[in-house]
């Protein structure tokens, strides 16, 4: 582990990087959430197991195919456990294991975020949509 010296620049809290790395571990956190649907399927999963179907249903607008890929990435980084009975017809459920858990507070912390300041971002986007000569700084 190397040492801090005085060049280096200032961190905020003991645990911030000193930049976002390809291999950090701040940065694989946010991979894990800006795919919208692990968010969304994380989500609809806070309150117990569900089934395939029960969860697009829950979600709305996600293809079967777009979440059996969530669901696999879901599952291969630990945030989901797949069960599987023997039943006739067969039943799969998916939940969320423990560490899984751990990301509904951020998740809903962002969904209070998006709340308070979407009509702002909205806005913004609206700006930089609008054609030059309505544009209100009027960008060359």
């Known amino acids: 582990m190397r040492s801090v010296t005085p060049h280096d620049p200032p961190r905020t809290a003991p645990h911030e990087p000193p930049g976002l790395l390809a291999d950090c571990r701040a940065r694989l956190a946010f991979d894990l959430l800006a795919n919208t649907w692990n968010a969304v399927t994380?989500?609809?999963l806070r309150h117990g197991p569900?089934?395939?179907?029960?969860?697009?249903?829950?979600?709305?607008?996600?293809?079967?195919?777009?979440?059996?890929?969530?669901?696999r990435r879901l599952e291969y980084n630990g945030l989901l456990t797949r069960s599987a009975y023997a039943e006739?017809?067969?039943?799969?459920?998916y939940a969320l294991t423990d560490l899984g858990r751990t990301l509904i507070a951020p998740i809903e912390a962002f969904g209070a975020w998006a709340h308070e300041h979407g009509d702002e971002v909205l806005a913004a986007q609206d700006r930089a949509e609008a054609?030059?000569?309505?544009?209100?700084?009027?960008?060359p």
């Open 42 to 44: 994380l989500w609809a």
């Open 50 to 71: 569900l089934r395939p179907r029960e969860l697009r249903d829950h979600i709305g607008g996600i293809s079967p195919k777009i979440l059996t890929e969530t669901l």
């Open 88 to 93: 006739s017809p067969p039943r799969v459920e």
């Open 131 to 139: 054609p030059r000569g309505e544009h209100p700084y009027n960008y």
